[in-house]
């Protein structure tokens, strides 16, 4: 049994209160069990040098833990001077994750800021953030085709991400901390609405793992991100 109660195939409670943040095109606080993380989308009329006159827009991410969102105070990466490894990985997979669903050349010359910041962390902080910030973004584009401007069209479809891991021999999905301190296997899965694949992360702490226990998280990982795109339409078709 688990610590919070859930079968290995179940994912936590899932919460998602859109609009959170009034001052910003798109935004989302999505709760998954004890992890929160507010996601907000900011549409911004200028897309980096590389794009100029290229009739194409951008989506980027940046990502952080606020200091009270853990066990332990969390410093500030600002007063460090530098960004970390850990979160410019985090907010690279974002952007990557929501660029693979987005019609850059229907966003016209325009940059989408997501932001993702966890206010309270349990585990599952970057899989969580991809699916806040997928509906943050889906907000803003909304938005950006009501004022008439370019935006129609230009989510190809949802995308959401699930961790999956093997935790003594058993593989469970939607890992909590206390789950992820102790997993042999971590994995993290990024898919679309429609079961294609993203991106996969996956590291063996102590002992490889086999095909079978592959095969087995990545059909949890698929069924837990068939319910995390049910839960995005479900919301935005209320909105």
């Known amino acids: 049994m688990r610590s919070d109660g859930r079968r290995a195939d179940e994912i936590r409670p899932v919460v998602m209160t859109p609009g959170f943040i009034r001052s910003t095109d798109g935004s989302v606080l999505i709760e998954m069990g004890e992890t929160r993380v507010i996601c907000t989308a900011t549409i911004e009329d200028k897309v980096p040098q590389f794009l100029r006159d290229s009739g194409r827009g951008w989506v980027t991410a940046e990502y952080g833990m606020l200091p009270g969102s853990g066990d ?51 585990g599952g902080t970057r899989t ?73 992360q996956g590291t063996a702490e102590h002992n490889p793992f086999s095909k079978v226990q592959l095969d087995h998280m990545a059909e949890l990982a698929w069924a837990a991100i068939t319910q995390l795109t049910r839960a995005q339409a479900d919301l935005l078709a209320k909105m």
């Open 72 to 122: 332990t105070r969390i410093e500030r990466e600002v007063t460090r001077g530098r960004i970390g490894g850990r979160t410019h990985e985090i907010q690279r997979l974002i952007g990557r994750s929501l660029r693979a669903v987005t019609d850059m050349t229907k966003l016209g010359e325009r940059t989408v800021w997501i932001d993702c910041d966890v206010i309270q962390a349990d």
């Open 128 to 200: 969580a953030s991809i699916t806040g910030a997928y509906v943050a973004l889906a907000l803003a584009v909304r938005k950006l085709a009501a004022q008439g401007k370019s935006g129609n069209g230009a989510l190809r479809e949802a995308v959401a991400a699930i961790s999956v891991g093997v935790v003594g021999s058993e593989v469970l999905v939607d890992l909590r901390y206390d789950e992820d301190s102790r997993a042999a296997v971590d994995m993290n899965f990024v898919m679309t609405q429609g079961g294609q694949y993203v991106e996969v």
